[in-house]
C-alpha cells in the first residue's frame, strides 16, 4: 500500500468517525454518571479510594518530564508531545482527584481537561514519529486546541440544559482508534515500538475497569473498585510509554 493510501485510510476513518458523531443524537450527560460504587470516606476524605488512586498520575508524569529530558530525539519538536503528555499526566492525576473529591459535572469539567490534552497529546506524536515528523509539529497546537474546545462544549451545553458529549467522545476515542492502525500501517522513527501496542492495550483495559466499577467491589470483598483500578490502569499506560521513551534509540530519519 502506498503512502498516500495509508495516510488515506486514516482520513476515511477520521471521516468515519467524525460523521458518526453528527448524525447520532445528542448525549447529555448521565446524572448517574457520578454514583460511583466505593463512596467510603477514609481520613475524612469522601471517596478515598477514587480520589487517592490519582496519586499515580502525578508521579507518572513526573516521570514523564524525566525521559523526555532522557530520551534521545532526531527532531527536536519531536518531544514537544511528550511533554504535553507529561504534563497532563499530572494535571489529570490533581484534576480527577478533586473531581472524586467531589462528584458533579462542576467538577467532572476539570478531570475531562487534562484528559483531552493527553489524547492530542498521544495523536499528535503518533503523527509526528510515524507519519510525518514536521505535519506533527504542526498539528500539535491546533489538535490541544480542540481538545479543549471539546471539554468548553460540553461545560456550557450542560449549564444550559442542553449538554452535549459528542465533540468529547470524538476527541477520546478517534485518537485511540487511530493509534494501532498507525502502528500498523507505518513505520516509526524510533525503536521500542512495541511499548505504543502496551499503552493502547492497558488504556482499552482501563475502560472495561471502568464498566466494572461495582461488580468488581464486589467481587474483591469491598477491596477495590472497578474505578479505582481503572485510575491504575490508566497511568500504568502512560508509564510504559514513558519508559519507552526514556530508552528508546533513532531507527530511521526522514
Known sequence: MSFRARVGTLLLLAALAIAAALLSPRIPQDPAYHAFADQRPLFTVPHFWNVASNLPFVLVGLFGL???????????????????????AVLIGFGSAYYHYAPGNRTLFWDRLPMTLAFMGVFTAAISEFIHARVGALLLAPFLCLGMLSVEVWRRGELTGV??????????????????????????????????????????????????????LSATGGLISGHSLKHLAGAAALAVAFRAVAHRTPVVAR
Open 66 to 88: 524525566w525521559a523526555v529530558r532522557k530520551a534521545q530525539w532526531i527532531h527536536p519538536a519531536d518531544r514537544y508531545p511528550w511533554i504535553v503528555i507529561a504534563c497532563s
Open 163 to 216: 449538554g452535549d458529549l459528542r465533540f468529547y467522545i470524538l476527541v477520546q476515542f478517534y485518537p485511540m482508534l487511530a493509534l494501532p492502525l498507525t502502528l500498523l500501517l507505518f513505520r516509526s522513527r524510533y525503536s521500542h515500538v512495541r511499548a505504543m501496542w502496551g499503552m493502547a492495550a492497558l488504556y482499552a483495559a482501563a475502560k472495561l475497569l471502568e464498566l466494572l466499577d461495582a461488580p468488581l
